[in-house]
């Protein structure tokens, strides 16, 4: 033990002596139970005061590292790597709570975390059962896929050429008329939002939406600092839009195609009004589309998009609701100066997207295997919302209403008596069963859920809405 401290250190003496003993135990040298020198002892080998050591090893005992035995001396007395690594950490926490980004509400963490585990019934979830995902298909592809040298380096700024020139084919049918420079793949629609999120509006930026709405419940635009407005589409919308707007610079976001969480497929009319008025007050839309391709019946349900000559709406689509959510590929069709701004943030962010996933979706969309896929889902979805529909008929009429699903994953559960609370949900929870409440859509909503017929099996489905009855009961 021939180490001394620095005196030149800008560290003071104490504060030394307290590191160079935690090193000490951290490495093991001094195990736990080892009896450490008197005082006077280490005083004289670091020749210190006796004062300077004393403060040293208060300091260790509050930490939990050494204690005092009354006539034995100083010992060891634990080592565990929390303690350590707790007073030679930064204080986490307060970065955590200081930082940008809005956390998770508690309920949807416990989704997030529950929704991993096989013995929980999954009622609410906005993705596919493992049995609709066509994984053995996928599967197939990896192994057939003939890659070009090129192929699974990083990707153009906008995403895979490939791709983009297959998902203009692809558009063509939704309408939409497009090339690949008003193009860009991005890893999920979620990206696509947050990506406009950080790249398009100044903070402060009021966001209007529907409400309930699905922005509630992922918080791009509000960690970026932006104002949610939820807004009626009735006669009064284009002079709340044309007052609002003129405080701040302003953007429309929708779901006009069974929309999320309610279901709800907008009228023909009810697009053209939308879309004219937002055009008239130069107000851009986002059309958040990710479900059209799950409507149970050919209707008039044409994108927004594919009314617009004037770069007015930013288009989001992705494969997650039909393909598989996994591979993380989505993609945004905008004017080619917004596409090369988002671009350029998603470099910054990530360097592309899966370049795999991306050839992988080419395959599907380009050789017809996306669309017998997709004709084959919808009828699945199909017997499993009359299937729900069914079971709500004949135990939920009397305390429930809903309307017949349309299509997509969801129906959009209104109970008579504001029962939707966050105990109501964990005392669901404590049967195994898992449910969106309306409340994480629209903080002031307790009278709905969000089912959903997309994920749990039809045993499981019966089981859980029993045990939703029970609960109520
Ligand atoms: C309306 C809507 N938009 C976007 C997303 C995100 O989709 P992705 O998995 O493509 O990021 C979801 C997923 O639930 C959604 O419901």
């Excluded at 851009?284 to 479900?291: A, N, R, S, T």
């Excluded at 898992?434 to 859920?449: A, F, K, R, V, W």
């Excluded at 019966?462 to 009855?469: E, R």
């Amino acid at each position: 033990m021939d180490w001394k401290p620095d005196r030149q250190s800008h560290l003071t003496i104490h504060v030394q002596i307290i590191e160079w003993m935690k090193t000490r135990i951290e490495r093991g040298d001094w195990t736990v139970g080892t009896k450490l020198p008197t005082q006077r002892k280490l005083a004289a080998q670091f020749e210190v005061n006796r004062s300077t050591i004393n403060l040293a090893l208060d300091e260790l005992k509050a930490d939990g590292l050494l204690e005092s035995k009354v006539g034995s001396g100083t010992f060891v007395a634990n080592n565990s790597w929390n303690i350590l690594l707790n007073k030679s950490q930064p204080n986490w926490q307060q970065h955590i709570e200081a930082s940008i980004h809005k956390p998770n509400y508690h309920t949807i963490q416990l989704i997030n975390e529950f929704e991993q585990k096989d013995h929980i019934i999954r009622l609410g979830t906005g993705e596919l059962s493992p049995e609709l995902l066509p994984t053995k298909k996928i599967e197939r592809s990896l192994k057939s896929l003939s890659l070009e040298s090129r192929a699974i380096g990083y990707s153009e700024p906008q995403g895979s050429k490939k791709l983009r020139s297959v998902l203009c084919e692809y558009l063509k049918k939704r309408g939409i008329d497009t090339a690949q420079e008003n193009i860009l793949i991005v890893s999920g629609a979620l990206q696509a939002l947050q990506l406009i999120a950080i790249g398009l509006l100044e903070e402060g930026a009021i966001i209007f939406q529907d409400n309930p709405s699905y922005l509630n419940s992922i918080h791009p635009f509000q960690s970026a600092g932006m104002r949610m407005i939820p807004v009626q589409r009735d006669g009064n919308l284009p002079d709340t839009l044309r007052i609002a707007k003129r405080k701040k610079q302003s953007l429309f976001y929708c779901v006009p195609t069974l929309q999320n969480p309610t279901g709800c497929n907008w009228t023909i009319g009810e697009r053209q009004t939308l879309y004219h008025t937002c055009k008239q007050l130069q107000i851009p839309i986002i059309e958040d589309d990710v479900y059209h391709e799950l409507l149970f019946e050919p209707s008039s349900s044409p994108a927004l998009k594919s009314f617009d000559q004037s770069g007015q709406v930013l288009y989001v689509g992705s494969v997650s609701k039909t393909l598989s959510p996994g591979l993380r590929i989505g993609w945004v069709v905008a004017p080619q100066s917004v596409i090369q701004r988002l671009a350029d943030i998603k470099m910054q962010t990530d360097y592309g997207s899966s370049a795999v996933s991306q050839e992988i979706v080419a395959q599907w969309l380009s050789s017809g295997l996306y669309e017998s896929h997709i004709l084959q889902l919808r009828e699945q979805l199909k017997l499993r919302a009359t299937f729900v529909e069914n079971i709500l008929e004949e135990q939920f009429k009397h305390i429930a209403t809903w309307k017949k699903s349309e299509g997509g994953f969801y129906i959009w559960l209104r109970f008579k008596e504001p029962i939707v609370n966050k105990a109501f949900f964990l005392n669901l929870l404590k049967k195994n069963v898992l449910i969106n409440p309306g409340y994480i859509y629209d903080t002031s909503d307790l009278h709905h859920i969000r089912l959903s017929y997309a994920y749990a099996s039809l045993e499981e489905l019966t089981v859980g809405l029993n045990s939703l009855i029970e609960v109520i009961s």
